[in-house]
Structures are given as C-alpha cells and as structure tokens.
C-alpha cells in the first residue's frame, strides 16, 4: 500500500491560483492554446457511443442506483460503456461492481477501472484517463448519485445527433429532497447487492444554466484532445483526501465554455446531506454535513423562488 501524499504551501498556493484563474482572473490559453474546432470534429449520427464516467469511494448505495438505472432502462438507439473508478480498498463498492458484472445488458458495456485509493481521490485523476483514452463519440463525465431514468440516454442520443459542440448538459435535472441519514431510499442501497429503483414522483424539476460537474458531456474528439485538465499538473497529483472537485470549473473554463443545454429526459439526482466519501466520525465531517445541510436548504429555497416567478 502506497504512503499518504503530502500537499506543500506550493500546492495549495497554486490550488488558490487555479481558483482565481478559472473564475476568468487569467486567459485559459496561458495553459491550453487551443481546441480542436468544431470544423475538425466528427458530426456522428446514428447509432451513438456514449460513454458514463463516475467515481466511487464510499458512496456504493448511490452507485447501485445508477447501475441500477442501466439494467432497468437500457438504451434501444445508443451504445453506452459504463466507466467507474474505484478503491479496491473499498469493499462495498468491490462488491457492488462484482454483482453488476454478472448482468448482461444489451447495449451496455461495464468498465471498471480501480485505481490506488489516493489517485481516486482527486476526481481529475480519472476524468483525464477516461478522457484521454475513450472511444466514444460523447463522453459524460457524471456523479454515482445521478440516475437514468426512462428513455434518457436514448433522448440524450436524439439530440447529440450531428452535433459538433464542445461541452452539452441536460436542461433540466429533477431532484430529490435533500434526505438526511436514515432514510430509506439511502439505507436500501447499503445491504446486499441488487437492483434499485428510484419513485420518479419523489423528484422535482431544476433548471440548469452551466455543464456542472455532474452534467459535463463533452465531445470525444475535444476529450480525446484535451483530456480533464491534464494541462493543470496541480489536479492531476494524488492527494491523501478526497479533493473538493474545483477543477470542474476549470475544465469548463479551458474549454471556453459553460457548455450548450440540451433537451434530455430523465435525469435524476439523489440528493443527501452525508458525503460518504468523508471519513464520518470526524469533526470535520460533521462540519462539512452540517454546512452542506445548509447549503441545500438555501439552493433549495432559491430553486422555490425561481419556480414561483415563471
């Protein structure tokens, strides 16, 4: 087992540096001079390869859900691989991944990649392999608490037909109550492994207006090119924690884009105070949970405000 890594005073300076720059302090071509243009970019149609990119590490009760989603809704007009990148250190997720192998779905291709727990803990990590190293025409960097619902990847097939953009994302996402620990659509994922699903009614509506870290679906030839902020050696070192993932605006921010929304059926998020992913006895998880709770309360109440004034 490999030794914890250690961050300097120089890599949280230039962590604070990044910040500054991908809120539009500094040029994103300073790191990353171009893009490939869309001129160059392959318009696919047909039957698309689509290709989902999640991470695990202690969060196996959502992922089985996503998996779950695939298996109960498979697509009929797509091809889709199904990469997630995980601990072996984390057994529940070993075992989830396991359960799941063993189901054969029709248009769907498992790819699980494990990697050493402290590479997995900085999310960049793993966009940028999958990034550098898909095949697909679209390529959905996403979260193991986003689920698909009925008809979505087929939806989201519809409408990347001959498209050539950069950066897409859903429209809109319905969401979950933020359910505290305990309650039972959390507590079902944590037993055997097996299929889940989702009461499509539990969720509501939310306008996006960016491809947030969950919804950034990027073109195979600009991923291919450009990979996950491979360009920032700072996000791409293996980090003793799991890294908050500030290097989503970042890889917006090199791409040059928010990213275009499109119309997509069927994405549903579950949204929960606890981060599995934090060591939960600590007083700084509770200090996350607790400002977490609140975060979502407010995000929440604003979400109500805009609802209200259409």
Not at 178 to 207: M, N, S, T
Request: aromatic fraction near 10%; charged fraction near 25%.
């Amino acid at each position: 087992m490999s030794s914890a890594p250690r961050e300097s005073l120089a890599d949280r300076v230039v962590l604070l540096f990044m910040r500054l720059a991908a809120s539009g302090w500094v040029p994103a071509r300073w790191f990353l001079r171009s893009i490939p243009p869309e001129s160059g970019r392959r318009a696919a149609t047909g039957q698309l390869e689509i290709e989902i990119v999640s991470h695990c590490w202690g969060y196996a009760h959502m992922q089985a859900y996503q998996l779950s989603s695939l298996v109960l809704h498979p697509p009929q007009r797509c091809r889709v691989t199904m990469t997630v990148y995980y601990s072996p250190e984390d057994a529940a997720t070993v075992a989830l991944l396991d359960h799941f192998s063993a189901i054969e779905v029709p248009g769907v291709t498992w790819n699980w990649q494990a990697l050493d727990k402290f590479h997995l803990f900085r999310r960049a990590i793993g966009r940028n392999h999958a990034a550098r190293n898909t095949g697909a025409d679209w390529i959905w960097f996403t979260d193991c608490d986003v689920v698909f619902g009925a008809g979505c990847l087929d939806g989201l097939a519809d409408a990347l037909q001959g498209r050539r953009d950069t950066l897409v994302f859903p429209r809109t996402e319905h969401c979950s109550a933020v359910l505290e620990p305990g309650d039972a659509v959390l507590e079902a994922g944590k037993g055997e492994p097996g299929l889940l699903d989702i009461d499509p009614a539990a969720f509501a509506p939310q306008q996006r207006d960016r491809a947030t870290g969950p919804l950034q679906i990027a073109h195979g030839d600009v991923a291919r090119a450009c990979g996950y902020c491979a360009q920032l050696g700072v996000y791409q070192k293996p980090v003793a924690h799991w890294a908050k993932a500030h290097e989503d605006r970042a890889f917006r921010w090199l791409l040059r884009t928010r990213g275009e929304p499109v119309d997509v059926p069927g994405v549903y998020r579950i949204r929960h105070v606890s981060k599995g992913r934090y060591q939960q006895d600590s007083w700084t998880a509770r200090l996350r949970t607790w400002i977490r709770r609140i975060q979502l309360r407010m995000r929440e109440g604003k979400g109500n405000e805009r609802s209200g004034s259409r």
